[in-house]
């Protein structure tokens, strides 16, 4: 199976910056797509930054200009840079990866068990 494990949340204040990392590992046959996404208390998730195996990004207007997401295809990392940080942007974030394990059938999306951004004074 894939396995996904987040790092960096913390608690920073507005203004400041945070870097979040996601380690995938796993037997990956082909990857599509990776991502972030946070989730406020009793919402739905909602996509942060998104990346293609192409280098192809894309952010909601909320956090474009100041999170920019990348990936480290020999590491096997994917990266959330976040700066100027806003007491909204307070969220519980979680990584994505869309991939196939084998040749056959659609791609299914894992997710990583999510760390904890507060911003706060």
């Known amino acids: 199976q894939v396995q996904l494990v987040e790092s960096g949340g913390s608690l920073v204040q507005p203004g400041g910056s945070l870097r979040l990392s996601c380690a995938f590992s796993?037997?990956?046959?082909?990857?599509?797509?990776m991502g972030w996404y946070r989730q406020y208390p009793g919402k739905q998730r909602e996509l942060v930054a998104s990346?293609?195996?192409?280098?192809?990004?894309n952010y909601p207007d909320s956090v474009k200009g100041r999170f920019t997401i990348s990936r480290d295809s020999a590491r096997n990392t994917v990266y959330l840079q976040m700066n100027n940080l806003k007491p909204e942007d307070t969220a519980v974030y979680y990584c994505n990866l869309n991939c196939n394990l084998n040749p056959y059938g659609s791609p299914l999306n894992y997710w990583g068990q999510g760390t904890q951004v507060t911003v706060s004074s």
């Open positions: 990346i293609t195996t192409d280098g192809n990004t």
């Open positions: 796993g037997n990956i046959f082909s990857i599509y797509r």
